[in-house]
């Protein structure tokens, strides 16, 4: 059996939480929340193609997106793969495995044999830390932690199509040739680089304007789903326990700044995360609205939803402004 970490850090976010095990092996420890800030993950994400059965709301940034900015703010090297062959994927993984380096992985959970998700989710991150014969030791978020998976069902969650889907993309991180940056300096440009994104979105589906957008047709949800039901639920469960579009990612925001404010040593950047926590909870409480409407097919829920998001998007927009002027 080869296993690099038998204890990886299992943390709240995949994407993230792939990331601290990457860099920590590198001797790169920073926390998930540091990850996640000096990578400008936070975001708003409006999006609904005809082939989507059901809006996806996001609180981060577009997949990827994250790994690729924390490698650059930390100036680290990123090795990217993608490949249609399931042979060539499983080939290349072994090889990184047997180098004794660990690899993240993109895929979609719901095919793996240890899996109880009902949904269907192909940007989907774990880490990769080793394998016994044709099983593959997968880190995976809490409380799952520590996940062993069948060589056959890790192929068909790495091929798996759908939304923000890859072909086999696995990717692995070399440390810098030189010291790591000022981690204080690193985070303030992330701020500024988080801010001016959100306050300025290419286009209306994100930032603060794809809350407004969000929030404008919440209320039609109800008559223009196809299965309203489920799909209300299915939108709150994976906002809150699959942590695309709760309150997970304002929370890891709040911790970021709270740090940032260690860091720099000017508090006014704790007292932002204060407010972040705030704003946290009450997008928590908009996916409580969408649970209650897919359960009771009653309208109001999602007014509620609707005037909350809207309010929502109005705060954040506020402390963004705040936070450009900080950093």
Not at 305 to 321: D, F, I, N, Y
Request: aromatic share 8%; glycine share 8%; charged share 25%.
């Amino acid at each position: 059996m080869l296993l690099i970490d038998p204890q990886p850090y299992v943390g709240h976010h995949c994407e993230s939480t792939s990331l601290v095990n990457l860099l920590r092996q590198r001797e790169i420890d920073v926390s998930e929340p540091l990850v996640f800030g000096l990578g400008s993950g936070l975001s708003f994400t409006y999006w609904r193609t005809k082939q989507m059965p059901a809006p996806f709301l996001g609180g981060r940034i577009k997949p990827d997106r994250l790994t690729a900015n924390i490698t650059e703010s930390l100036g680290l090297r990123l090795t990217v793969r993608e490949t249609s062959s399931d042979k060539r994927a499983r080939e290349q993984l072994l090889r990184e495995l047997d180098s004794g380096t660990v690899v993240g992985l993109k895929l979609d959970r719901y095919h793996l044999d240890y899996s109880t998700d009902a949904y269907r989710f192909a940007a989907h991150y774990v880490a990769c830390v080793g394998y016994e014969d044709d099983r593959f030791a997968l880190v995976e978020t809490r409380p799952l932690g520590l996940q062993w998976a069948s060589g056959e069902s890790l192929a068909r969650a790495r091929g798996a199509r759908g939304p923000m889907s890859s072909r086999n993309l696995s990717f692995t991180i070399a440390p810098p040739d030189g010291p790591l940056p000022d981690l204080g300096e690193t985070a303030r440009r992330s701020i500024r680089t988080t801010a001016e994104s959100f306050l300025n979105p290419p286009i209306t589906n994100l930032g603060f304007k794809g809350m407004h957008k969000a929030a404008d047709l919440m209320p039609g949800w109800i008559d223009d789903l196809d299965s309203p039901e489920e799909a209300l639920v299915e939108i709150s469960t994976i906002m809150e326990e699959g942590g695309t579009g709760g309150g997970l990612f304002r929370t890891m925001w709040a911790d970021f700044l709270a740090e940032t404010a260690e860091l720099t040593g000017a508090e006014e950047f704790r007292e932002v995360s204060d407010a972040y926590r705030v704003v946290s909870r009450k997008w928590t409480e908009v996916a409580g609205f969408l649970r209650e409407a897919g359960t009771t097919k009653d309208r109001a829920p999602l007014q509620y939803a609707s005037k909350r998001v809207r309010e929502l998007a109005e705060e954040e927009h506020r402390l963004m402004r705040g936070l450009l002027d900080l950093a």
